[in-house]
């Protein structure tokens, strides 16, 4: 029997009524594997490819042949806006059915939530956070809720398998288990999991099952692509004369930017007119200083506002007002936003996405070019690649375009090698060991040190963790009365583990910034970092206030929409670059080839950087002198090995080399003033590195890195070695060293 056949009959309905001539490879393969094993599911297909039906269609014909007494599928999402989203696409799937769909968030009514627990049944849709709180606070409701649970969705599975946060949804997998007495299958969905088998791995430790990945044969997708350049002081300075043919605008403009726009903002205004487009940036800063600017261009030019905003900071009422007009085919507006729309969210027929610069990964781009090339269009993308213009007499680090580097080699690693980025799971993840801890005993109530240690060291995320490494922590923690023992010598929550567990904040495990709300008259806009006091101006909403008043208790600001233009306050936004992609720039600068999606600035300023490095020795020479004894390294490292180097030359060779006034810009060089000489400065690094040291050495002294969430509740030994053995990847660097001692005489040949 076909897939198709084994479906239930409102599901062949249901693709009857949608016009489908045929499943897809995904629906096939997932079918399958559901129908045919009794194994977790890993489905890698690409973005629209029909992932979540894929999953559903099987889960829905076992469910009516067999109707399961409690909730029968748990679907976790990364995002409250993907969870919406896939409530209504499931609720029409599963009406006629008569399956019930459940979604359980911040924002869902607590009526709606009272109904799932009177009466548990079909699919509850829920972030990690969610569930982490449903843990903890309807302990007493689990068996009931999930006894009879038979499969966990994963969606956009690569988000959640990656730091803090992935390593708590396997927990939580694993803790919801033991409660309920289930042992659900777990089917995981991505389009960028970078490294499969490892995530099946995952996916495996923490469920008892084994896992399978199906092999989907992709369909050839083509992409309308294009990256171009530009100054953000003006649009001048280009050579006439470059290198390769560049590539024409791929649609006409549609409007007219003020006079002495921003370039690259005015790029972007003249062709979304009439449109419906995305715009993407990386950070919430950023989004609200673009949309500010892009609605300002509509305010001088007589226009009506068509500039929409979405991040993550905003009200759930802003965030839903633009999501509802972006899923109406009638209005044609863009969205300004960050990574909030990145994930899987069906916003329509979405014309183009925008790039502002260069995203952090691989899976960032893929995620966000997926967003478009839906209901029959190409995917297309437009790169907006922006620089202050070197000044005459720059050093060569200001002369380079490291976003347009990042850019392009971003694009190649997947046009030419199909390389994501892998999931990174932290080796010692001790912050999340305090959380998991806390959580545990929450929602358990007293248990002896050996029972507390019994369920959370089983936990499969914790299996580096020792038990000496716990003994320490759990002393940490009485100390400190975020836990207490009973006259019975048993554990509990301390007075000080209350105020941490009785606050929403603690459900996430990612880090977050202290928040005010921001009020205008009745209207809540958003939250903001850090306000600054009354009578200053803030953005936020894509519109300009002023501050009338802070209430810093009650973390509550007022203000009144003003005109103008300032900054946004929010948190800083750091990017995670794997090494791949700075060797893949390296490569960018050293070839001598073309790139067909790169427009005529994008050609000429590349063109400029090629012959600067040529010139310079850059792609040749990692160490670079900039006259005197000022000297730049430019190691091709990624964020954690880039960090390790900067720690190493620091701690280990500075003393010996005379190096003073390190200045990193992460991840790309290092700046310093260095009494020794070049063939010095190789020989002891190479010697540095071939001696075995701990990775805690490269620590400084008296330092405590509060990298995670929960390190501040830490013992101070456990945050040190979490930072030295999970965060700074010391392999890289030391692999980097030995590939310059290598090359080392080639370059004294080069260098002399």
């Given at each position: ?447 002896s040190p050996a029972a507390l240690a019994s369920k959370v060291l089983s936990l499969s995320t914790f299996k580096q963790v020792s038990q000496e490494d716990y003994r320490l922590l759990l002393r940490h923690l009485l100390s400190t009365d975020q836990i207490q023992r009973t006259d019975e010598g048993g554990l509990i929550v301390g007075l000080a583990g209350e105020r941490q567990v009785n606050n929403f904040k603690f459900y996430a495990v990612f880090q977050e910034n202290e928040e005010y709300t921001v009020r205008s008259h009745s209207q809540e806009l958003g939250t903001i970092v850090m306000p600054p006091p009354p009578g200053e101006k803030i953005a936020i909403a894509g519109h300009v206030w002023i501050v009338e008043e802070v209430d810093h208790k009650r973390k509550l600001v007022y203000c009144d929409l003003v005109k103008g233009k300032v900054p946004a306050y929010f948190g800083q936004c750091p990017g995670d670059i794997n090494t791949k992609v700075l ?170």
């Amino acid at each position: 029997m076909n897939v198709f056949d084994r479906y239930a009959p409102f599901i062949q309905d249901f693709i009857y009524q949608n016009s489908w001539e045929s499943l897809r490879a995904v629906q096939v393969a997932a079918g399958d594997a559901v129908f045919n094993t009794d194994c977790n599911v890993l489905l890698c297909a690409s973005t629209a490819s029909g992932k979540t039906e894929a999953a559903f269609f099987p889960i829905l014909t076992l469910f009516t042949e067999d109707m399961p007494s409690s909730v029968g599928a748990i679907y976790i999402g990364p995002l409250k806006a993907l969870i919406n989203d896939q409530f209504m696409r499931l609720n029409d799937l599963c009406r006629e059915a008569d399956i019930p769909v459940w979604h359980w968030h911040g924002d869902v009514s607590q009526s709606h939530k009272n109904k799932l627990l009177k009466n548990p049944s079909g699919i509850l849709q829920i972030t990690p956070e969610s569930l982490e709180a449903l843990l903890l606070h309807k302990h007493s409701y689990v068996a009931k809720l999930f006894g009879d649970l038979r499969f966990i969705v994963i969606d956009e599975v690569h988000s959640l398998m990656r730091g803090d946060r992935g390593g708590q949804t396997l927990c939580l997998i694993e803790r919801l288990m033991r409660l309920s007495g289930s042992k659900p299958r777990i089917i995981g969905l991505s389009a960028t999991v970078g490294d499969p088998e490892s995530a099946g791995r995952l996916l495996s430790e923490c469920s008892g099952r084994r896992t399978v990945i199906p092999k989907i044969e992709a369909s050839g997708v083509k992409w309308r692509l294009s990256m171009e350049h530009f100054y953000i002081d003006g649009d001048g300075g280009y050579e006439k004369e470059h290198e390769g043919e560049a590539l024409p605008e791929l649609d006409i403009a549609t409007d007219k930017a003020p006079r002495n726009a921003d370039p690259g903002m005015g790029y972007i205004f003249e062709h979304t007119r009439g449109k419906k487009c995305l715009v993407f940036v990386n950070s919430r800063e950023e989004c609200e200083a673009v949309t500010t600017t892009l609605r300002r261009y509509c305010e001088e030019r007589n226009e009506p506002d068509r500039f929409l905003i979405h991040h993550g900071n905003l009200s759930a009422a802003y965030r839903e007002t633009a999501e509802a007009v972006m899923k109406d085919e009638q209005q044609f507006k863009t969205t300004v936003t960050t990574a909030t729309l990145e994930l899987g969210i069906d916003i329509g027929r979405l014309e183009r996405a925008f790039q502002i610069d260069a995203p952090f990964t691989v899976s960032s781009f893929l995620q966000r070019m997926g967003r478009t090339g839906r209901r029959g269009l190409p995917p297309e993308m437009w790169f907006v690649m922006r620089e202050e213009q070197p000044e005459a007499r720059a050093m060569l680090p200001a002369t380079v375009p490291w976003t347009l580097l990042q850019g392009i080699a971003l694009v190649q690693l997947y046009t030419e090698e199909r390389w994501v980025e892998p999931q990174r799971m932290d080796k010692y993840p001790y912050s999340l060991l305090y959380h998991q801890t806390m959580a545990t005993l929450a929602s358990c109530g007293e248990a002896s040190p050996a029972a507390l240690a019994s369920k959370v060291l089983s936990l499969s995320t914790f299996k580096q963790v020792s038990q000496e490494d716990y003994r320490l922590l759990l002393r940490h923690l009485l100390s400190t009365d975020q836990i207490q023992r009973t006259d019975e010598g048993g554990l509990i929550v301390g007075l000080a583990g209350e105020r941490q567990v009785n606050n929403f904040k603690f459900y996430a495990v990612f880090q977050e910034n202290e928040e005010y709300t921001v009020r205008s008259h009745s209207q809540e806009l958003g939250t903001i970092v850090m306000p600054p006091p009354p009578g200053e101006k803030i953005a936020i909403a894509g519109h300009v206030w002023i501050v009338e008043e802070v209430d810093h208790k009650r973390k509550l600001v007022y203000c009144d929409l003003v005109k103008g233009k300032v900054p946004a306050y929010f948190g800083q936004c750091p990017g995670d670059i794997n090494t791949k992609v700075l060797e893949r720039m390296r490569q960018v600068l050293i070839e001598d080839k073309g790139y067909p999606y790169l427009m005529k600035n994008a050609v000429a300023r590349l063109s400029e950087a090629r012959k600067t490095a040529r010139n310079s020795g850059l792609t040749e020479r990692p160490l670079i002198n900039l006259g005197g004894d000022m000297w730049c390294l430019f190691p091709w490292l990624g964020s954690y090995a880039f960090l390790a180097m900067e720690r190493f030359l620091k701690l280990k060779c500075a003393k010996e080399l005379g190096i003073s006034a390190l200045d990193p810009s992460r991840p790309y060089f290092i700046q310093f003033k260095m009494k020794a000489g070049e063939k010095e400065f190789f020989d002891v690094l190479a010697n540095e590195a071939a001696k075995e040291f701990d990775p805690m050495e490269l620590v400084y002294k008296g330092e405590v890195p509060l990298f995670e969430k929960y390190d501040e509740f830490l013992p101070d030994e456990l945050v040190r070695k979490g930072f030295a053995y999970g965060v700074l990847d010391i392999d890289g660097m030391k692999s980097r060293i030995r590939s310059w001692a290598k090359n080392a005489l080639y370059m004294i040949k080069f260098l002399y």
